[in-house]
């Protein structure tokens, strides 16, 4: 019994493998820029943050049938039982202030405040607007926006 083998083995020639690796590379160096660089995360994690304390204060609002004031400062957007935001409302599950954590670095929160009835409404009866800005390269302008008729709370990343 005779084996024969073919000249072609059907692997990879080293010019190939080089070449491969090469490119895999360069990808890896173009792309893990992205994923050191947090800033825009965290960015957009303190927007999420946001959207949730206004949408629990909505909530909030309509379980208590009591205003619930929505106050918004340089460092944070915060959840209030009175128009001073003086008497911060209960975190559900952590039991602390429902407020944001502090914005990343270049990152800031327009200041105001609105309240949301007991119908879940936003008072005064008009459109009411947070917008989150960022000095972050890359990073767009967020804002919150609450629907005066409906208390709908939309965001626009």
């Known amino acids: 019994m005779r084996i024969t083998y073919s000249k072609s083995s059907g692997g990879f020639t080293m010019l190939e493998l080089i070449v491969t690796m090469i490119i895999a590379g ?43 004031y929505v106050c918004s400062t340089a460092t944070q957007v915060g959840a209030y039982s009175d128009a001073a935001c003086t008497a911060p409302v209960q975190h559900p599950s952590q039991g602390g202030n429902l407020a944001t954590n502090a914005p990343p670095n270049g990152v800031s929160v327009s200041v105001g405040s609105f309240a949301f009835d007991s119908g879940g409404r936003p008072q005064p009866n008009a459109q009411q607007t947070i917008v989150i800005t960022s000095t972050i390269a890359d990073d767009p302008v967020r804002t919150i926006t609450v629907e005066a008729e409906t208390g709908f709370v939309q965001h626009n990343p």
């Open 26 to 68: 360069i990808l890896s160096a173009v792309v893990a820029g992205r994923f050191f660089a947090l800033d825009s995360f965290k960015s957009r994690g303190f927007y999420d943050e946001s959207i949730a304390v206004v949408r629990y204060s909505q909530k909030a609002a309509i379980a208590r049938r009591a205003n619930v």
